[in-house]
């Protein structure tokens, strides 16, 4: 039985950030590999002037090549429409049905948990949610209360968001070293975010 680590997103486009901080949840919970799971459409973002989603996924692909302990997952670009995690996660407990499951996502998106997710208690049930620091812990520990199957866990804080990266794109800005080298090249190849 290993430990999956479940980390969902629109990653437009993937940065350093969400590389450095999957490493670290990765090292803290001893898992055995994390999954990047591109959305199709999110749910909580309305994207505008974004990526499409087969560039999304080629981006973090050519990303994580090579690395042993990361894997992609495209199971939600797929599905197509709106990505849902709880269907994210009974498809993949059907695909590991002796892996334990770690849905990896920060304190910022998971304060409003109960409140705008859908189904938050199966989600609860298909795996362990890993809530990163995001400098709101203590208002999201009150809504996980007595709560099973909660981890909460301290990566170091990085500064950058894929908006950030955007916005820099926009204004012609450089954005060597806040992504992966291959991911700016595939940025300048489509002539996205401009």
């Given at each position: 039985?290993?430990?999956i680590g479940i980390f969902g997103g629109?990653?437009?486009?993937?940065?350093?950030?969400?590389?450095?901080?999957?490493?670290?949840?990765?090292?803290?919970?001893?898992?055995?590999?994390?999954?990047?799971?591109?959305?199709?459409?999110?749910?909580?973002k309305k994207r505008i002037n974004g990526a499409p989603?087969?560039?999304?996924?080629?981006?973090?692909?050519?990303?994580?090549?090579?690395?042993?302990?990361?894997?992609?997952?495209?199971?939600?670009?797929?599905?197509?429409?709106?990505?849902?995690?709880?269907?994210?996660?009974?498809?993949?407990?059907?695909?590991?049905?002796?892996?334990?499951?770690?849905?990896?996502?920060?304190?910022?998106?998971?304060?409003?948990?109960?409140?705008?997710?859908?189904?938050?208690?199966?989600?609860?049930?298909?795996?362990?949610?890993?809530?990163?620091?995001?400098?709101?812990?203590?208002?999201?520990?009150?809504?996980?209360?007595?709560?099973?199957?909660?981890?909460?866990?301290?990566?170091?804080?990085?500064?950058?968001?894929?908006?950030?990266?955007?916005?820099?794109?926009?204004?012609?800005?450089?954005?060597?070293?806040?992504?992966?080298?291959?991911?700016?090249?595939?940025?300048?190849?489509?002539?996205?975010?401009?």
């Amino acid at each position: 039985m290993g430990k999956i680590g479940i980390f969902g997103g629109t990653f437009d486009p993937l940065h350093t950030g969400h590389l450095i901080v999957a490493r670290e949840v990765k090292e803290i919970l001893n898992l055995d590999k994390v999954l990047f799971i591109p959305t199709h459409i999110s749910p909580h973002k309305k994207r505008i002037n974004g990526a499409p989603p087969e560039i999304r996924l080629e981006m973090i692909k050519k990303a994580i090549r090579g690395i042993r302990y990361f894997g992609v997952d495209d199971c939600e670009m797929r599905r197509r429409g709106i990505s849902y995690t709880v269907e994210t996660l009974v498809k993949l407990k059907e695909k590991y049905p002796y892996d334990k499951l770690y849905l990896i996502a920060g304190s910022d998106i998971t304060e409003d948990f109960f409140y705008s997710w859908k189904d938050p208690e199966r989600i609860l049930k298909l795996a362990t949610l890993c809530i990163m620091n995001r400098g709101n812990e203590e208002k999201v520990r009150e809504h996980f209360q007595n709560r099973k199957h909660i981890k909460y866990v301290s990566v170091t804080p990085i500064d950058i968001s894929s908006s950030f990266i955007r916005n820099r794109v926009k204004k012609g800005l450089p954005i060597t070293f806040y992504v992966p080298s291959v991911v700016e090249r595939l940025i300048y190849k489509y002539g996205l975010y401009i």
